[in-house]
């Protein structure tokens, strides 16, 4: 079974300094990673991804993801916060297998403080 | 404009009455999928589908059915709805539900009484 885990619930960042938000999965298989934002009474808007190459990828909005295969981690990056950054993010993991099964994590909510 | 649409957008109800939420996408996405996301939980799975008449349970299916008679429309059913199916449901598609990004509706916001 295929899993996500998002070790913080809230994540608070000061305007302009660097932001982090932590995931990592368990998979059977080569990972396809996902983050997704979510703002207040919105659907998801994919961010970015990683399905092979790179292991940084770079998403909208300044974001990036580093993924690490030894760690099974894909934790998401911005180097400089704005205010607006402040929403609801979502890791989500499937795999190669074929069956097209996703699993997002719990959600952590980032707070940028002005 | 591409887009995923559900109706309804709110929905009260009361235990046992059968309900139905619809999904439908213009983009001619092959996957769809049915999510629901309560508080501490994030979003989890309920069924997606790989292309019409073809479906498959996702983590927390029990409850629900679902249809895929063509290819932009995947309505959830509940035949019994019960107040731990008090949530909010978000529908999405997409050209490979492995390999690319999903877009999703807007959400169904859902009190079982």
């Known amino acids: 079974a295929q899993s996500v885990a998002q070790p913080e619930d809230q994540v608070n960042v000061a305007e302009g300094n660097p932001l982090t938000v932590k995931c990592t999965y368990s998979v059977s298989g080569n990972p396809y990673l996902f983050w997704y934002v979510q703002y207040p009474n919105r659907g998801l808007q994919f961010l970015l991804k990683?399905?092979?190459?790179?292991?940084l990828v770079k998403g909208s909005y300044g974001f990036e993801a580093e993924f690490n295969k030894s760690q099974t981690s894909f934790h998401l990056k911005k180097p400089s916060a704005l205010v607006s950054d402040s929403a609801l993010y979502f890791c989500a993991v499937s795999n190669s297998g074929g069956y097209q099964k996703v699993t997002f994590g719990t959600g952590t909510k980032l707070q940028v403080i002005p | 404009e591409a887009q995923v649409t559900q109706n309804p957008r709110y929905l009260i109800t009361v235990t046992g009455k059968k309900l139905t939420v619809t999904c439908s996408q213009n983009m001619n996405h092959e996957y769809m999928s049915w999510y629901r996301q309560d508080p501490g939980l994030g979003l989890r799975q309920i069924y997606y589908?790989?292309?019409?008449?073809?479906?498959d349970k996702g983590d927390v299916p029990e409850g629900y059915k679902v249809s895929r008679k063509e290819k932009r429309n995947f309505p959830l059913i509940l035949e019994s709805p019960s107040p731990n199916q008090t949530s909010l449901y978000f529908c999405a598609s997409s050209t490979d539900g492995s390999v690319n990004e999903q877009f999703f509706g807007p959400g169904t916001r859902l009190t079982v009484l």
């Open positions: 990683y399905i092979t190459g790179d292991n």
């Open positions: 589908s790989m292309n019409v008449e073809v479906t």
